[in-house]
């Protein structure tokens, strides 16, 4: 008796086989490139994570709050430098939140370290997406370079999910310098891994940044969808349907 994921997946593969090899087809890609949030992990898990983290440090240390609005401000900071198109990123991010809120660039960049990568990078590896190891080991037996790009450092962070990548990239290099959905920081990596953008594939989860972040630098892009109804011609829900999809095209 064939079982309904059997069939799920059957179908999958039947409306979408063509599409994802006209993507990702062994013979043309020499490169995959992964964003990191939302990407190689559950975001919105570690979001919610993060919420009761926040409650019970309120709770017990009130005070916790002023770090709290710091981690906002500087959210909110870097959408706007996005949108103003400002440079010098890495310094800036910091020194317009510090004096908004009348202390030190040091003390900025302390609050962010804990609440943005030491913090969260404690539980990150228990909500890492199930097949990412399996589809970057396969990638690798494929000769196929593998990087990260993101707008956030990764290295602590893919240190934490236990993956590995021949090049890591953040927007806040020196040599990028630029927010997606700027191409700079993907022609950074393509540049780096000696693979033509054409040969690199930029895996993602959010159209509007990633996807105009491939696009705009002539990369071809997928999207890691989050539910497995509905997926659009281009997008995945679990990294086993693509490790699957490579095992058939060796």
């Not at 920081?185 to 594939?201: D, F, I, Q, R, S």
């Not at 895996?203 to 491939?214: L, P």
Request: proline share 2%.
């Amino acid at each position: 008796m064939v079982t309904s994921s059997k069939l799920h997946l059957a179908s999958f593969f039947e409306s979408r086989m063509n599409s994802l090899e006209e993507i990702f087809s062994l013979r043309k890609v020499g490169a995959v490139i992964f964003d990191v949030d939302g990407t190689l992990y559950d975001h919105k898990k570690i979001k919610r994570k993060m919420m009761v983290q926040i409650a019970k440090s309120l709770f017990l240390v009130p005070s916790t709050m002023s770090e709290i609005k710091v981690v906002n401000s500087f959210r909110k900071n870097r959408e706007k430098m996005v949108a103003k198109g400002i440079h010098d990123i890495e310094r800036k991010q910091y020194e317009i939140v510090a004096k908004t809120a009348k202390i030190s660039e040091a003390r900025v960049r302390e609050i962010i370290q804990k609440w943005m990568y030491e913090i969260p990078s404690k539980h990150l590896f228990q909500y890492r997406y199930s097949g990412i190891q399996e589809f970057i080991d396969l990638l690798g037996k494929q000769n196929i370079l593998t990087a990260v790009f993101s707008d956030f450092l990764t290295e602590e962070k893919l240190r934490a999910l236990k993956l590995a990548v021949d090049v890591r990239v953040c927007s806040t290099d020196p040599d990028v310098d630029r927010f997606k959905p700027d191409p700079a920081g993907l022609l950074a990596v393509g540049e780096k891994l000696g693979v033509p953008v054409e040969n690199c594939v930029y895996i993602g989860d959010q159209e509007e940044k990633d996807g105009q972040c491939a696009s705009q630098a002539g990369m071809r892009y997928l999207q890691k969808s989050t539910e497995n109804t509905s997926l659009e011609k281009f997008q995945f829900f679990s990294f086993h349907q693509l490790v699957d999809c490579v095992k058939t095209w060796q």
